[in-house]
């Protein structure tokens, strides 16, 4: 299948895994399919020019690890880098104002009634956020690993942290979940002794601002979810979408 208006929000960081090195996932919505949309597994480092709200089109294949309905792989049969980013292409770009109607109008209520329709990725409105940092368990034994996307074995550098929001929902329940989000970690991992300058990046914390958090759970533990992308909302003005 060829999707033809993928609209990028967000990379998660990238991760070890066992059998195909260091990877990320994509994860964004197509209007032509009217859902929200993950595209796993991305082998690290990735050399293709995308950013957030560009337009993609690419083949895609169900992945037959992963039997969520939103999840997809790009459809190539070597293990190139340069095979998979010459399928990718950017049709176009958008910007948060075009988009803010299409992802209002797909706001779930909470984490537990995505988990009630059975969905793996959602966009929330997020109210009183608390955030916090939380050390991360680092697999060494995985980092590194050679795999069949590798020419070479590359180290992937972590930070040793991991943010963590806790918020309500629109129905007023409660969760706390990391955010896991590319930029956070860049960042964290870039100025590992200014950390709580990060919360000030995301506008935490500033009355002005509203945010809502794009999320995915957790292929093995579906009612498991993390972050991967944080938007903000200036609240009485021109509302522009943001992410960091």
């Not at 082998?43 to 169900?62: E, T």
């Not at 368990?137 to 069949?148: A, P, R, V, W, Y």
């Not at 996307?149 to 942290?161: A, H, R, S, T």
């Amino acid at each position: 299948m060829l999707i033809e208006d993928f609209t990028l929000l967000g990379w998660t960081e990238p991760h070890p895994t066992k059998n195909s090195g260091n990877c990320i996932c994509a994860a964004g919505y197509s209007r032509k399919l009217a859902q929200f949309l993950r595209i796993y597994p991305i082998p690290f480092p990735f050399y293709c020019d995308i950013h957030r709200w560009d337009l993609l089109s690419f083949p895609v294949v169900r992945n037959p690890k992963d039997n969520r309905i939103e999840s997809w792989k790009i459809a190539y049969l070597d293990r190139d880098r340069n095979a998979l980013s010459a399928l990718i292409r950017k049709v176009g770009r958008t910007n948060p104002d075009r988009e803010r109607y299409w992802l209002e109008s797909h706001l779930s209520d909470s984490i537990e009634h995505l988990n009630s329709d059975k969905r793996s990725l959602g966009f929330l409105h997020a109210f009183g956020i608390a955030p916090s940092f939380r050390q991360r368990q680092l697999k060494d034994h995985l980092i590194g690993t050679d795999s069949l996307f590798w020419e070479d074995n590359v180290k992937l550098e972590q930070n040793g942290c991991i943010p963590e929001l806790e918020f309500k929902n629109l129905d007023g329940t409660a969760n706390k979940i990391q955010l896991l989000e590319w930029g956070c970690s860049e960042y964290l991992r870039k100025h590992p002794y200014d950390q709580e300058k990060l919360w000030a990046n995301l506008m935490i914390g500033r009355t002005e601002y509203e945010h809502f958090l794009f999320v995915g759970n957790n292929n093995r533990h579906r009612t498991t979810w993390l972050g991967i992308a944080l938007l903000y909302v200036k609240k009485l003005h021109h509302v522009q979408l943001s992410l960091l």
